[in-house]
């Protein structure tokens, strides 16, 4: 199995519309508000916190997000939206200044990174 390069990060309904756009290749780690902090990987290339409409409301997510940015070794911080979102106003403070990715540019991105040439 290839080592995961990315988390996602988000409720699980959202990144069931992320990892929908993904081939399942190993190289994403998925982490929702059920997730365990054990269970956490330590060091990733990327993080990506996706945002929906109820993502900005959540205080469980500030607090679950805000812990991977300070816990988590990762190269790259992105946000990513789902669905009609206005992503300035939703985006927690911490995450103000990262940059926003797409699912097709996540691809690009983890098909660099991995060497794995799985775009369709």
Not at 22 to 40: A, I, Y
Not at 46 to 74: K, M, N, P, R
Not at 96 to 101: A, I, P
Request: hydrophobic fraction near 45%; proline fraction near 3%.
């Amino acid at each position: 199995m290839t080592k995961p390069l990315a988390i996602l990060a988000g409720f699980a309904s959202d990144l069931d519309i992320v990892e929908s756009g993904l081939p399942d290749v190993g190289v994403c780690f998925r982490v929702d508000d059920k997730t365990p902090e054990s269970c956490v990987l330590p060091k990733v290339e990327i993080v990506v916190y996706v945002f929906s409409e109820d993502t900005g409301y959540s205080s469980q997510l500030l607090s679950w997000f805000t812990w991977i940015h300070h816990s988590v070794g990762a190269s790259e911080e992105y946000v990513m939206k789902v669905g009609n979102l206005d992503l300035a106003r939703a985006v927690f403070d911490f995450a103000k200044g990262f940059s926003v990715t797409s699912i097709a540019e996540l691809q690009q991105r983890l098909k660099a990174l991995s060497g794995v040439s799985f775009l369709t």
